[in-house]
């Protein structure tokens, strides 16, 4: 009686820490912001397919040097190869306003594999904190 019940904690416990760890993998990412504008190379992210979207958030933005008045960044979906697939241009995140979702234009919406490019909202370099999933 006590082994079933050891057993079935256990394997409870095992799927909890399993499913946190799938929940929360992509939170608190650090990301470089070059100056000018450029987009980064791109964060790799993996899908189920079973939504038409990727959903994305900003924590805070920082400038690498000088004051801090930084409360923007931009946020883009793209295929391996660097097409964009979103059905807007870009995202605009603001810090602290929750997720948004990067709708993918039909025809890529079996990707199972997509990355989200960053860059910052003016021309100078900037760290950034970043969460995603990819649904």
Same mark, same amino acid.
């Given at each position: 009686? +006590?082994?079933?019940?050891?057993?079935?904690?256990?394997?409870?416990? &095992?799927?909890?820490?399993?499913? &946190?760890?799938? &929940?929360?993998?992509?939170?608190?990412?650090?990301?470089?912001?070059?100056?000018?504008?450029?987009?980064?190379?791109?964060?790799?992210?993996?899908?189920?397919?079973?939504?038409? =979207?990727?959903?994305?958030?900003?924590?805070?933005? =920082?400038?690498?040097?000088?004051?801090?008045?930084?409360?923007?960044?931009?946020?883009?979906?793209?295929?391996?190869?660097?097409?964009?697939?979103?059905?807007?241009? +870009?995202?605009?995140?603001?810090?602290?306003?929750? +997720?948004?979702?990067?709708?993918?234009?039909?025809?890529?919406?079996?990707?199972?594999?997509?990355?989200?490019?960053?860059?910052?909202?003016?021309?100078?370099?900037?760290?950034?904190?970043?969460?995603?999933?990819?649904?």
């Amino acid at each position: 009686m +006590y082994k079933k019940r050891i057993i079935t904690v256990i394997v409870s416990v &095992a799927m909890f820490c399993m499913m &946190a760890m799938t &929940a929360f993998a992509d939170t608190g990412v650090h990301i470089s912001l070059p100056k000018d504008q450029v987009w980064t190379s791109g964060q790799a992210v993996s899908r189920t397919g079973n939504y038409s =979207y990727v959903s994305v958030s900003l924590d805070s933005v =920082y400038p690498t040097s000088g004051s801090d008045y930084f409360t923007k960044i931009q946020a883009k979906l793209v295929n391996r190869i660097g097409v964009l697939i979103m059905t807007s241009n +870009y995202v605009i995140l603001k810090e602290g306003d929750g +997720y948004q979702n990067l709708h993918i234009q039909e025809g890529y919406l079996a990707s199972k594999l997509v990355y989200i490019k960053f860059r910052g909202n003016t021309d100078a370099a900037a760290e950034a904190i970043v969460n995603y999933t990819g649904n």
